[in-house]
C-alpha cells in the first residue's frame, strides 16, 4: 500500500478466506469508506493499481459503471471490493484513490 506521503508499507494479506481487497483495507484500519458493503454500487473504495494490476481479475461491467462515474478515474482505477485476494496477487500495489 502506498501511503498519502509517498512511502510503502507492506501487508501480508490472507488468500484463505475469501476476504476482498476492501475488507481487508478496512481491517488494517485504512481510511476507506466502503459505503455501499462491498456491491460495486458508490465506488468510495477506489484504488489506483500501482504494481500488478496484470495479476488482478478482469473488470465486470458493474464495476465498470460505478468507476466510470468517477470525475477523477484513472485507467488503473479499479473497485477494492471486487477484488478477491488470492496468491496471484502477490506483490500487487495499490494506493487509495
Do not use: W
Amino acid at each position: 500500500m502506498q501511503e498519502p506521503d509517498g512511502s510503502v508499507t507492506e501487508h501480508e494479506a490472507p488468500t484463505d478466506m475469501g476476504l476482498s481487497l476492501m475488507e481487508f483495507l478496512k481491517a488494517s484500519e485504512y481510511d476507506i469508506l466502503a459505503t455501499c458493503g462491498g456491491m460495486a454500487l458508490c465506488a468510495t473504495c477506489c484504488v489506483d493499481v500501482l504494481e500488478g494490476e496484470e495479476k488482478l481479475n478482469e473488470m465486470t461491467d458493474d464495476e465498470y459503471a460505478m468507476l466510470d462515474t468517477l470525475p477523477d478515474l484513472l485507467p488503473n482505477s479499479r473497485l477494492a471490493c471486487q477484488l478477491q485476494l488470492n496468491n496471484n496477487m502477490d506483490g500487487l500495489k495499490v494506493k487509495l484513490h
